[in-house]
């Protein structure tokens, strides 16, 4: 695995324990070598994870639309900061440059690329380890919400047993290294009642 395309919050958090998580990953990343592939900002959790990776000596690539550098969110320090149009274009690059994902907590955003690249994995567009860092149980109401869904037939358990989630940091990362991808081929209940 070269590299981990993260998905966090551009604000830090109401409770130290996130930003503290997202230093130490990223100082984990770039001590095993795992370059960090993100939304490009120094804002929030991103700016504090690209920060621990790059003070680590690691790389970090930065995919971000014109108009949030036009904000001027985007985090000048990086070793790569690619400037796209929009944000399908984020999502897709990040998706291309990235062997693995990792959502840490965040908001609408974090959400909307997590589920996103979730699905590219129902769909088999993309075939690569998806994974949860429930920092300080962030992630365990989704978590339900999801096993609801299974429960009541609308996601299937393998597709639920796909998706990694972990609240350790370096156990996280063995857990992607060893991914096996359990997802069948089909996503859809072809039976008509």
């Not at 790059?54 to 930065?62: E, M, R, Y």
């Not at 959502?103 to 998806?130: S, Y």
Request: one cysteine or more; glycine letters at 10%.
């Amino acid at each position: 695995m070269k590299s981990i395309g993260v998905f966090c919050g551009a604000n830090y958090g109401s409770n130290q324990v996130y930003r503290e998580a997202a230093d130490r990953f990223g100082q984990l990343m770039a001590a095993q070598s795992i370059a960090l592939v993100y939304g490009g900002g120094n804002v929030g959790l991103m700016g504090q994870i690209a920060d621990a990776v790059l003070a680590g000596g690691g790389v970090v690539v930065g995919v971000i639309p014109q108009s949030l550098v036009d904000r001027e969110v985007a985090h000048q320090g990086l070793t790569e900061l690619h400037v796209v149009q929009t944000m399908h274009e984020r999502k897709a690059m990040m998706a291309a440059r990235s062997d693995a994902f990792v959502a840490m907590p965040g908001g609408f955003g974090t959400f909307d690329e997590l589920c996103e690249i979730v699905t590219w994995n129902q769909l088999g567009i993309i075939r690569k380890p998806v994974a949860l860092f429930n920092v300080n149980g962030y992630f365990d109401k989704f978590l339900e919400m999801i096993d609801h869904s299974v429960a009541e037939g609308f996601l299937k358990f393998d597709q639920r047993e796909n998706l990694i989630v972990e609240t350790n940091a370096e156990v996280l990362l063995t857990k992607i290294r060893n991914f096996s991808d359990a997802t069948s081929d089909y996503w859809v209940d072809f039976k008509r009642i």
